[in-house]
T-cell receptor, first 112, second 114 residues
Framework: RKEVEQDPGPFNVPEGATVAFNCTYSNSASQSFFWYRQDCRKEPKLLMSVYSSGNEDGRFTAQLNRASQYISLLIRDSKLSDSATYLC?????????????FGQGTELSVKP | DAGITQSPRHKVTETGTPVTLRCHQT?????MYWYRQDPGHGLRLIHYSYGVKDTDKGEVSDGYSVSRSKTEDFLLTLESATSSQTSVYFC?????????????FGPGTRLTVT
């Protein structure tokens, strides 16, 4: 079982749609969770940190369910510019050096 | 954007030659990381550093070495490049003294080994 698993997609949605991504992680002791966005042939960029209480940033909402060991990202009112790959990232904390474990990413394509 | 640069941005080299990639940061962050990204594998950690002259291996360290003689520079060396090392290489940095925090990435280096 992979440490961090995501549905690879692609998710093809029309502009204005709401889309949700889920991610599961295997290490129940994990403490830090993030969503990154990666555009084609570019570096990953931090989109949101995920907190236990859930957090929202404009059209983006992240949720953490520790009991089920999954993290979600909800994008409302999708824009063409949201087209990218979204990476679920976990710090399992069993390691030293702050190493993060990256999911393989979920590809989103928003169409006009 | 975090102040991270990578050089070169693109490189084509021949099998068997040594190659050094450079990561430079202006943020004074303690932690620095080298990843490679390949289709079907996502981002995989090669080596990381938790301070000047302090480095450790990641999950795919074979064939790679690193050095960090200054806080701002982290070098990745392919001792003898092979075609399997054709990849996109990303450097990342993390907040000083705080392991487990979010990482910020450089623009990447596209390396092709022929």
């Amino acid at each position: 079982r992979k440490e961090v698993e995501q549905d690879p997609g692609p998710f093809n949605v029309p502009e204005g749609a709401t889309v949700a991504f889920n991610c599961t992680y295997s290490n129940s002791a994990s403490q830090s969770f993030f969503w990154y966005r990666q555009d084609c042939r570019k570096e990953p960029k931090l989109l949101m940190s995920v907190y236990s209480s859930g957090n929202e940033d404009g059209r983006f909402t992240a949720q953490l369910n520790r009991a089920s060991q999954y993290i979600s990202l909800l994008i409302r009112d999708s824009k063409l510019s949201d087209s990218a790959t979204y990476l679920c990232v976990v710090n399992p904390l069993y390691n030293q050096g702050g190493k993060l474990i990256f999911g393989q990413g979920t590809e989103l394509s928003v169409k006009p | 954007d975090a102040g991270i640069t990578q050089s070169p941005r693109h490189k084509v080299t021949e099998t068997g030659t040594p190659v050094t990639l450079r990561c430079h940061q202006t943020e004074n962050h303690r932690y620095m990381y080298w990843y490679r990204q390949d289709p079907g594998h996502g981002l995989r950690l090669i080596h990381y550093s938790y301070g000047v002259k302090d480095t450790d291996k990641g999950e795919v360290s074979d064939g790679y070495s690193v050095s960090r003689s200054k806080t701002e520079d982290f070098l990745l060396t392919l001792e003898s490049a092979t075609s399997s090392q054709t990849s996109v290489y990303f450097c990342a940095i993390s907040d000083p003294g705080v392991a487990g925090r979010e990482q910020y990435f450089g623009p990447g280096t596209r390396l092709t080994v022929t």
